[in-house]
């Protein structure tokens, strides 16, 4: 079973920044399109970003336009989400996910991480 691994979470100020990363052990990792989502207590896994295999195409929830930035390195099989402005109400466990095409829909997703939690303080 592969499995994704996340880093770079952790406790910040509202207003500050973080930068995830998502390490894809996979053959081929530019064949697939990476996603990242992220899920809070009591509520379902939402959308925040997703770019295609060679990153020509990128999509964002409309909550994180203009502050998120999601982007990727084929040749160090990684992905990056890098979050700049939080607010508490991006606050939750953050996922990153593989497969082959881009979309917005977790429940198409092949291969996922264990998350990394994110909290923003007020």
């Known amino acids: 079973q592969v499995r994704l691994v996340e880093s770079g979470g952790g406790l910040v100020q509202a207003g500050g920044s973080l930068r995830l990363s998502c390490a894809v052990p996979l053959r081929t990792f530019s064949a697939y399109a990476m996603g990242w989502f992220r899920q809070s207590p009591g509520k379902v896994r939402e959308f925040v970003a997703t770019?295609?295999?060679?990153?020509?195409?990128?999509r964002y929830t409309d909550s994180v336009k203009g502050r998120f930035t999601v982007s990727r390195d084929n040749a160090k099989n990684a992905a990056y989400l890098q979050m700049n402005s939080l607010t508490v109400d991006d606050t939750a466990v953050y996922y990153c996910?593989?497969?082959?095409?881009?979309?917005?829909?977790?429940?198409?997703?092949?291969?996922w991480g264990q998350g990394t939690q994110v909290t923003v303080s007020s």
């Open positions: 770019i295609s295999g060679n990153g020509d195409y990128t």
């Open positions: 996910a593989a497969r082959h095409g881009a979309t917005h829909d977790w429940r198409l997703y092949d291969y």
